[in-house]
């Protein structure tokens, strides 16, 4: 039961684009969001968070989006750069803190020049 | 930001052997850490909670006699992944709450083969 769903598991976007990267969500119990960003061997990095009680975050270039009642969200990267190029995790919790956390899979970002 | 140091990150073994992987806290207190496996093409799925002093807890379906965690200071958790078994293969990670915000802080996490 895959609770925190990334679908796209992998996105190409090019340098000085928009990247958008989507994530949904089954359970009505989460109230705190997160992404994550992850270059290979190394561990998650935290990038960006977002409450229910907001519908929108936004730190640099970086945005996040929550629609409560889709149970969706996005993160929004303009514009993007080459060093964005990784892996970039959804998660989310149901106490309004990071513990506890659920993962999506995660979706692979490749920013072109 | 706060910095998590887990080892080792490769780690390839005999079938029946134990593996023990570390997670410090370099430059804060943790009470609390979290231990999370990633299988291939799936989520990283939270495994246990470790809690500083005291026993852990763990999630739905995790064999605590086969995931040994200790966490014996504020500053170090240890898994050890006891007569490991080629299922056990997975990307191992530790988490540590900041002591200032909620953010998770990762450990660059340990890559378990297991022959």
């Known amino acids: 039961d895959q609770q925190v769903k990334q679908n796209s598991p992998s996105l190409s976007v090019q340098e000085g684009r928009i990247s958008i990267l989507n994530c949904d969500y089954t359970n009505s119990m989460f109230d705190y969001f997160l992404w994550y960003k992850k270059y290979p061997a190394e561990g998650p990095t935290f990038l960006i968070s977002?409450?229910?009680?907001?519908d929108k975050n936004e730190d640099g270039r970086f945005t996040v989006f929550l629609n409560k009642s889709a149970k969706h969200l996005s993160l929004h990267i303009v514009p993007s750069q080459p060093g964005d190029s990784a892996v970039y995790f959804c998660?989310?919790?149901?106490?309004?803190?990071?513990?506890?956390?659920?993962f999506g899979t995660g979706t692979r970002l490749q920013v072109t020049l | 930001g706060a910095v998590v140091s887990q080892h080792p990150s490769r780690v390839i073994c005999k079938s029946g052997t134990s593996v023990k992987i570390e997670c410090r806290s370099l430059d804060f207190q943790a009470t609390t850490m979290f231990w999370y496996r990633q299988f291939p093409k799936q989520s990283l799925m939270l495994m246990a909670t470790?809690?500083?002093?005291?026993?852990?807890?763990?999630e739905q379906g995790v064999e605590k006699d086969k995931f040994l965690i200790n966490h014996a200071s504020l500053t170090l958790s240890t898994l050890t992944v006891t007569s490991a078994h080629p299922e056990d293969s997975s990307f191992y990670i530790c988490?540590?709450?900041?002591?200032?915000?909620?953010?998770?802080?990762f450990g660059s996490g340990t890559q378990l083969s297991v022959l």
């Open positions: 998660a989310a919790s149901p106490s309004g803190t990071a513990s506890k956390l659920t």
């Open positions: 470790s809690n500083e002093g005291s026993k852990a807890t763990y």
């Open positions: 988490s540590a709450p900041g002591a200032v915000d909620e953010k998770l802080f």
């Open positions: 977002i409450s229910s009680i907001k």
